[in-house]
């Protein structure tokens, strides 16, 4: 099959990547991936955006230094360290349609904070996403994996398969026809 050219090319931090249908692992099937860390020498890392886990930080951690973050939602980031609650937070660069900010491994008083300010989206996750180095640009070249740019929408869209597939469906025609891809083609 010849695949088109991403119409975005790296870099891959501060990107986003959408599982391609053909990865069905158990683990990032139609997963969208914030990539918070890149580097040819060290590898790639990041948190899956769109895989909550039904949990929220209050019922997880019952501490008064949590209570404003009771109500916060926890989300799969990935199968590394997945015996960690990491808050990360995104804001909105409104001048850039592409534009966001992340700030990662934050501190529960700094998720606390920054939960209260406007443009901000605070994050809670269970494990994390990693790859060594040049792991993820032969997974890239292998098309596994679909590159796209940081939009605003991946914050703001439902933070389920909705977000993968209207994140698909942005990139291009070809990625659209992708996008509607049954989970099982065989059962089509």
Known sequence: MN?????????IDGSLLLAAPSLQDGVF????????QHSHAKGAEGFILNCPTGELVGTTLCSAEFES????????GGPVATDQLTFSSYRLNPEEETGVECQVCISAEEAAKTLRTSGTFVRAFIGKSSWTDGQL????????????????????LPQDETLWKET????????????LTPENPFLN
Request: charged residues 15%.
């Open 3 to 11: 695949i088109p050219s991403p119409l975005f090319q790296p870099p």
């Open 29 to 36: 099937d139609r997963s969208v991936i914030y990539i918070h």
């Open 69 to 76: 973050l009771s109500k916060l939602p926890i989300y799969y």
């Open 137 to 156: 640009e032969d997974e890239l070249e292998n098309h596994a994996w679909y590159l796209a740019p940081p939009i605003q929408d991946a914050f703001t």
């Open 168 to 179: 698909l469906q942005s990139l291009s025609p070809f990625h659209h026809i992708i996008s």
